[in-house]
């Protein structure tokens, strides 16, 4: 990694709306706790960005770093941080402004998967949705024995899960919290009451959004009298989110899971008039979140060996990125530098050979994916044990089959291996559409670091919304199909109470020799997640880039089938090198939202090197 930084932005931008005094008092109210000193949070100059590709500084702060996926949210992290807070109340400060300022993405309708560090020590906090207990898996199976169209599945009840993000935070919480969980509601409800402007980000997706309008309450939200969508830069006050808001800063999450807010959530669930879902009240009460053992995995890179750590399942996150970066580690991808000519910091992007490699990579990763990947609470790792699908022999057999291509061609479509030796009664998920989500990542002054990343599935969710917020998607990543046509389950079928696959990847890299913190990272995306996280720990360990250059660098990977490219972002020669090579290339937008936190130094001081993606409206913030 290198450590000389450039010209930094550094710190947070200066506050220019102080708090009123009635709305400081209702704040103290809200935070309940009368022996510690109150939070006092100030409302920010709001952002006034465009949506597309605006170019980004990097940023470099000594002590500690929020980088998240507004500029509002980012300033509420760091204003708990400089309170005091730790990385975890960062974390909530700035999910419960998220679900307000970034409503098409994430909020506490949804689910998050949580990374946390305490120096070398690594918890998994899994806050995914479920599948309701009346659920079958026929769930996404029409009255004419076929899967659902993906659009025809989210729109309505039918796809809500119960929500898991609230309940999971409080579990961190109560592990890792320093100050008082109300006192972490404060931006948000004074936002909310307030009013915020709206972002161009979420103005231009609501100019495209077909379906969210036909929700009465969603379309008297989001759009005018007249029916258009509300325009970029104005006033939006949410005064129903911040009632829920205060109820949950007070009763914690039963507050959102029982209760009026809960019934609220089911009865527009099961009363959808075209496609109703099967959530109940004690589908809600009954939530659970866990905390599970990470995938932690070595990885050699420039002659230093790292710790990568990701989620588990039901994420395939961490495994399928674990398995691409040790398959590249059996080819010669390590001796290819990147190519100057189109895209990236300073003219960089992969060069032809390094992504026919890298591509070939994916498709072995995403057919094991298909294959293997689903709740752990109901399906059985192969060989007994997830770590089969990194075992480096293993990694080392997939590589082997890149090697065997005649003329080094494509593969086009891989198929599954067979890892701990053990063939798998499953039939593999067919590839379907998967959207939306957010990625938090934060390190704090007391040696903590957080990689949150946070979902209500497509943009908008179900496009149902209860009480000021988004109900979730979640149940449409399960497979529609339950089984193949031979009648083989599929691992990721819907089942009561099943926790749907992920591609969340939200990872904390290590230096191995000396346990310390490297990166925080993660990106929305889909399954693309998988490729833009892959790629930025990729820039960072194996070409020696700042977090900014690596999340800066042109998009691309496979699902198993044609290779994408982000397009306007690679040479004409670098397309054409790979159809030669018998790739479908198929060039498109990759709008990835990456958000990384590095270590680095600067004339021999230890700095935090924050970057977030020039391709959406996030920023860093930090001391």
Known sequence: MKT???????????????????????????????????????????????????????????????????????????????AGGSAIDAAIAVQMVLALVEPQSSGIGGGAFLLHASGSKVEAFDGRETAPAAADDKLFVGADGKPMTFIDGVVGGRSVGVPGTVRMLEMAHRQHGKLPWAQLFVPAITLAEGGFKVSARLATLLKTEQHLKKDPVAAAYFYQPNGEPLAAGSLLRNQPLADVLKKIATGGSRALLEGDVAQAIVTKVQSHPTNPGKLSLADLAGYQAKKREPICHDYRAQARDYRICGMPPPSSGAIAVGQILGILNNTPAATLALDTGMGGTAGAAPSADWLHLYTEASRL???????????????????????????????????????????????????????????????????????????????DAYGNAIAMTTTIEDAFGARQMVKGFLLNNELTDFSFAPTDASGAPVANRVQPGKRPRSSMAPTLVFDKATGQLVMSGGSPGGALIIHYTAKTIYGVLNWGQMPQQAINLPNFGSLNGPTLLEEKRFAPATVDALKARGHEVREMTMTSGLQAITRGQAHGKPLWLGGADPRREGVVMGD
């Open 365 to 443: 990763a995403f057919a094991d994916r298909a294959q293997y990947l689903a709740d752990p609470d109901f399906v059985q790792p192969p060989g007994g044990s997830w770590m089969s699908l990194l075992d480096p022999a293993y990694l080392a057999d997939r590589a082997r089959l890149i090697a065997a291509q005649p003329g080094g061609q494509s593969m086009k479509v891989a198929k599954p291996g067979l890892p701990g030796g053990m063939k798998s009664a499953y039939a593999p998920m067919t590839e379907q559409p998967e959207y939306g989500t957010s990625h938090i990542s934060i390190v």
């Open 4 to 82: 000389v930084a450039p010209a930094f932005s550094s710190k947070r931008a200066a506050v220019l709306s102080p708090l009123s005094g009635l709305a400081l008092a209702a704040a103290l109210l809200v935070a309940g706790c009368a022996t510690a000193p109150p939070f006092a949070y100030s409302v920010p100059a709001q952002p006034e960005g465009t949506s597309g590709y605006t170019e980004k500084p990097g940023w470099a702060n000594a002590s500690f770093a929020v980088a998240a996926a507004n500029p509002l949210a980012t300033d509420a992290g760091y204003q708990v941080l400089k």
